[in-house]
């Protein structure tokens, strides 16, 4: 048995799973979409235990970077820090950075379901933080998952007579997953590549790691969310677990595909560019398929269909009924 135990929670569709240690101050050890890790995990929930080693998604608490001299002032009080103390982290120019070492500042799991967890720092309970920050409080955790994204919910209260100044933060060290080496980096022109990689090894390009990419190839965020969002290829959400794509183009529009997505539209019970609630199914509109002269066209599950029909529609969603989870 691990000296820190992970908790995870994983979202109501199983597409992301995220695990935190408690006793770490809630480090976020991982966090998967469709069994590809998203977080760094570098030298690991050990390393970070041992020598406050960062990783996958800390909490820097009570200061998020480095405090500019040991002593600093907030309003009449005036605090001195021991730079020589266990519980304190250098930089390479001896100054306190990150806060206080995740060892001691243990959380208490106040509540836990499937999908989420809220967890409780006390300083009446870890008052080794008060050593270098002499301002008791609590802080409270609810992290959650929902649809496509980790929500992280901090909660700060005064539990002395004196405020609290707010310095703690999370420092996210997100991971590309399996970028292959020949993409090249630092230009606009790997950007599509790796988008079709992220997607193709998740499903979908996680809003996380836009800022992520933007910074690796040198762009603006907004110019790779213009991208993702420009290609309706790309999704920013995890799809359903089936996939029915009904192309609009002309030539099928000519032939019904109005009409045959607004029966699969009834019939499915989702709305077109939409993923039905109970993650079941996906119904997107796409642009050609390459199956002009036999529309309308239709890619279910990856595979191409020529003729689709109401008919066809029926049958396919008398299978799903009978395929759900």
Do not use: K
């Not at 001195?80 to 930089?91: F, G, K, Q, Y």
């Not at 595909?257 to 119904?283: F, I």
């Amino acid at each position: 048995m691990t000296a820190h135990p992970e908790t995870r929670i994983r979202s109501a569709d199983g597409a992301l799973e995220a695990a935190f240690v408690p006793s770490l101050a809630m480090l976020g050890s991982s966090l998967t979409a469709g069994g590809a890790q998203l977080v760094d995990q570098r030298g690991g929930v050990e390393a970070y235990a041992e020598r406050g080693s960062t990783m996958g998604i800390p909490l820097l608490h009570p200061w998020a970077n480095r405090i500019a001299r040991p002593e600093y002032r907030v309003g009449e009080h005036e605090v001195r820090v021991d730079i020589a103390s266990p519980l304190v982290h250098t930089d390479g120019n001896g100054l306190a950075i990150h806060g206080c070492h995740p060892a001691a500042m243990p959380f208490a799991i106040a509540d836990h379901d499937d999908a989420g967890l809220t967890a409780v720092l006390d300083t009446a309970v870890a008052p080794s933080v008060l050593e270098l920050f002499p301002f008791p409080h609590r802080l409270t955790m609810e992290a959650r998952l929902n649809g496509s994204a980790l929500r992280i919910t901090s909660t700060l209260e005064a539990t002395g007579d004196a405020a609290v100044p707010v310095a703690f933060g999370h420092h996210p060290y997100l991971h590309l997953p399996d970028i292959p080496a020949e993409v090249p980096g630092g230009s606009a022109s790997a950007l599509l590549p790796i988008l079709h990689h992220i997607q193709d090894a998740l499903g979908f390009v996680p809003p996380a790691l836009v800022p992520e990419i933007a910074a690796a190839l040198s762009l603006s965020r907004a110019e790779v969310h213009g991208v993702i969002t420009y290609y309706h290829h790309f999704r920013s959400a995890p799809a359903g677990r089936h996939v029915v794509q009904i192309c609009q183009a002309e030539a099928c529009r000519a032939n019904g595909a109005e009409a045959l997505m607004a029966h699969a539209a009834a019939r499915l019970a989702c709305a077109p560019g939409a993923t039905r609630a109970d993650g079941g199914l996906t119904l997107e509109p796409v642009y050609c398929l390459g199956l002009c002269a036999t529309g309308p066209a239709a890619m279910i599950d990856g595979q191409l269909r020529a003729r689709v029909s109401a008919a066809t529609v029926d049958i396919l969603a008398a299978r799903f009924e009978g395929d759900a989870p």
